[in-house]
């Protein structure tokens, strides 16, 4: 069974301040990670996946494949990063089936 | 382009009663999943369809269906609402698999 976790519910971080939203997952065989995220009155939108190595927004997240953890990172939090974020992961077996974990709310303070 | 449209947004039922949600992909999309969003089990996979087939999905009971026409709009079943139903339903479309999925708004199901 797959499984992704988000051990945070909420965070809250300066203005400035470098930000990390955790995720970890269990899957036996070599998963596709992503990073969802949902602005208040927006809908779902991709933030990030890992195969694509992009920086967007200035987030970041690297897939560490030993300790199963797939972190979002930026160095800088803006005060426009407040939302909620989801890590979520889809299986190599050719369908398009995401598992989300629970989302954090990330609350950037001014 | 035009995003992927749910409808309708809102909808409020009574126990017992069927509904039917609609969602129609971006044009071009032939892949199109469903997810259930609530407070308590978050987001889960519904199904998902690809050029009028159905291709994967989750762990729901057979009241929950759905299907896909010609032109891949896509329609979900609810028969003998339950009160834990009420639920934001969302639709994602993508070109083809292995490609990014495009969230909808979503329908807003209260059941009463």
């Known amino acids: 069974a797959q499984r992704v976790t988000q051990p945070e519910k909420l965070l809250s971080v300066f203005k400035g301040a470098p930000v990390e939203l955790k995720c970890n997952y269990s899957y036996s065989g070599s998963p596709e990670l992503f990073w969802y995220v949902q602005y208040s009155r927006q809908r779902l939108q991709l933030l990030l996946r890992h195969i694509s190595r992009e920086s967007i927004k200035g987030f970041t997240a690297d897939l560490n494949k030993g300790e199963t953890s797939f972190h979002l990172k930026k160095p800088f939090a803006q005060e426009e990063d407040s939302a909620m974020y989801y890590c979520?992961?889809?299986?190599?077996?050719?369908?398009?089936?995401?598992?989300f974990g629970t989302g954090t709310r990330l609350t950037i303070i001014p | 382009k035009a995003g992927v449209t749910q409808t309708p947004r809102y909808l409020i039922k009574t126990r017992g009663q069927q509904v039917t949600l609609s969602c129609s992909p971006i044009s071009g999309h032939r892949s199109v999943s469903w997810y259930q969003q609530t407070p308590g089990q978050g987001l889960q996979f519904l199904f998902e369809y690809f050029s009028e087939t159905q291709r994967n999905k989750g762990n729901f009971p057979g009241r929950f269906s759905g299907r896909q026409f010609s032109n891949s709009r896509s329609e979900m079943n609810v028969s003998t609402l339950e009160l834990g139903d009420s639920a934001l339903y969302l639709c994602?479309?993508?070109?083809?698999?292995?490609?990014?999925?495009?969230f909808g708004p979503g329908t807003r199901l209260t059941v009463t």
């Open positions: 994602a479309s993508s070109a083809r698999q292995g490609y990014e999925q495009y």
């Open positions: 979520a992961l889809r299986n190599n077996f050719g369908n398009e089936k995401l598992t």
